[in-house]
């Protein structure tokens, strides 16, 4: 019973460069948050994706970055022309639909570093 | 504008004794609460959680207590023993519409060392 996958677990780009995340939630999951953790902080919502549908991005700066979660295939998160400020550990988060309870079980994130 | 706010950066306990860590909220619109613990290069994982309608949530050494006038939780760990020091996090929700719950607002995170 795997539980939420991200990759890569580790991302070193440069400034300028594209950065690519992703996210396979737990089967059985069709919702997915993604969340930001910078330096010496507790983690920040970004966005919130159920199956090819952006349910909440009030998270979400408003250039560079954008999300995705396809029919088929893994959330992605994109950060077009990253900057050193972007390097923080990204987190993403499954539930399962409906149900009074919002258990969010997350992966063990990627580490995205800007040189 | 931090609405949940862990007050105790870090708190150290000696084995076998209680732990207890705070969590205050100014959203009166959460209505579901929960705990994470995260140790470093991992992501949280999920411990407990109190729904608004409830006072105490309980489940083996841990306890959850939620004072909703005053905007108040705590986690309650007893005894608390070495492999519970990690980062907890204090993480409320609320409904995004319909019967599914949106976005975790986290807490800054309490460091707890707990002494063999």
């Known amino acids: 019973n795997a539980g939420v996958m991200q990759n890569p677990r580790h991302l070193v780009r440069r400034r300028g460069q594209e950065a690519r995340l992703r996210c396979s939630p737990m089967?059985?999951?069709?919702?997915v948050y993604w969340y930001r953790q910078l330096p010496e902080e507790g983690l920040k919502f970004m966005v919130y994706?159920?199956?090819?549908?952006?349910?909440?991005e009030s998270g979400m700066p408003k250039e560079r970055f954008s999300a995705e979660f396809p029919k088929e295939g893994p959330s992605i998160l994109r950060i077009q022309q990253v900057v050193r400020g972007d390097s923080a550990a990204y987190f993403c988060?499954?539930?399962?639909?409906?149900?009074?309870?919002?258990?969010?079980?997350f992966g063990a994130g990627t580490r995205l570093s800007v040189l | 504008d931090q609405q949940v706010k862990q007050n105790s950066p870090s708190l150290s306990v000696q084995e076998g004794r209680i732990s207890i860590l705070n969590c205050d909220y100014t959203?009166?619109?959460?209505?579901?609460f929960l705990w994470y613990k995260k140790y470093p290069a991992e992501g949280p994982t999920f411990l407990i959680s109190?729904?608004?309608?409830?006072d105490k949530n309980e489940d083996g050494r841990f306890t959850v207590f939620l004072n909703k006038s005053a905007k108040h939780l705590s986690l309650h760990i007893v005894p608390s023993q070495p492999g519970d020091s990690a980062v907890y996090f204090c993480?409320?929700?609320?409904?995004?519409?319909?019967?599914?719950?949106?976005?975790?607002?986290f807490g800054q995170g309490t460091i707890l060392t707990v002494h063999p």
């Open positions: 959203n009166s619109m959460f209505d579901y």
């Open positions: 993480a409320p929700s609320t409904r995004a519409g319909g019967t599914s719950y949106g976005k975790l607002t």
């Open positions: 109190i729904s608004s309608i409830k």
């Open positions: 994706l159920q199956k090819e549908n952006i349910i909440d």
């Open positions: 089967k059985g999951h069709s919702h």
């Open positions: 988060a499954s539930s399962a639909p409906g149900g009074a309870k919002n258990i969010q079980y």
